[in-house]
C-alpha cells in the first residue's frame, strides 16, 4: 500500500513538472499588438525575457523584438549582441528605461572595456527603427541591425535588468538569474519557436554584467564570467528514480 502511494506520489509530481512549462508563456503563442510578425524565437532562460528575430542572409539584416516582462517602472533593460567575441567586450548594447513621464528611453552604447559607462554613443554596426514601448509591465525593445556575420553564423546574446534611481541606472544583483544571461543565437540554422534546441546536453555561458555609479552618477559596468555546464539527462535520470521508490 506504501508502494503504491509512493508510486502515484511520483507520477502526480512528474506530470507537474514536465506540464508547468507549457502553462507558462512563451514566444510562440506571443502576438505583437502591431501583428508584426518575425521568423523565430527563443524563450529565454533567465528573468522572464523572450526574443523575437527574422534574419534576412542576403542582406545580412537581423530584425528583433527584445520582450522583458514582471518588469516595474523602476528598471532599466538592456539587450546587446556580440558578433565576434564570447565575452562582454566588443558587446553591442540596446538599453531602455521609462521616464518619469511615461515615455521611453532607448539608446545604443558600445560595450569597449570591463570597465566602462552606459554612455551613449553608435554601435560598431548600422542600426536602424530603433524603439522601444513600456506597457503591462512588459518592455520591449524593437531594432533592425545590419550584422556583419562570422563564427559559423552564431552570435553571442546577453540581457540584463537593474533598478532606476529616477534617470539614473543602479547596480544590478550579482547573483542569481543576473549572472546567468548569456546565450549563443545561431541565425543560420533556420526558424525555430520556443526553447534553444533539443541536444539533451545543453551548455551555456553565464555572464553577469554589474551596473555601478561613478563620481558623475553615470553608470559603468564591472562583468564577472563563469561557465557552467547543464545537463538535462542528469536531470531527467533523477526523474525516472522517483518511479522506482
Known sequence: MAKSSNLLLSL???????TKPALAQTCSNY??????????????????????????????????????????SKKWVAWAVNPTSTGMVGAQTIVAYPQPDGSVRVYTSPITTYQTSLKESEL????????????NNEMIIFATLRL???????????????????????????????????????????????????????????????????????????????????SLSSVLQQFRSLLYF
Not at 543560420?188 to 551596473?211: A, I, N, T
Open 12 to 18: 502526480s509530481l512528474f506530470i507537474f513538472l514536465i
Open 31 to 72: 502576438n505583437f499588438s502591431t501583428n508584426t510578425l518575425f521568423n523565430s524565437c527563443n524563450d529565454l532562460p533567465v528573468l522572464d525575457s523572450f526574443l523575437h528575430y527574422t534574419y534576412d542572409s542576403s542582406s545580412g539584416n537581423l530584425q528583433i523584438a527584445y520582450r522583458h516582462t514582471n518588469l516595474t
Open 124 to 135: 560598431s554596426f548600422n542600426v536602424s527603427e530603433l524603439s522601444a514601448t513600456y506597457q
Open 148 to 230: 556583419p556575420l562570422g563564427n559559423g553564423g552564431n552570435i553571442n546574446t546577453l540581457w540584463q535588468d537593474g533598478s532606476l534611481s529616477g534617470t539614473n541606472l543602479m547596480p544590478h544583483l550579482m547573483s542569481g538569474n543576473n549572472i546567468r544571461s548569456v546565450s549563443t543565437l545561431s541565425l543560420l540554422s533556420g526558424p525555430s519557436r520556443g526553447g534553444s534546441g533539443g541536444d539533451s546536453k545543453v551548455k551555456k555561458r553565464y555572464v553577469g554584467l554589474q551596473v555601478s555609479s561613478s563620481e558623475k552618477n553615470q553608470p559603468g559596468f564591472s562583468l564577472a564570467l563563469t561557465v557552467v555546464s547543464v
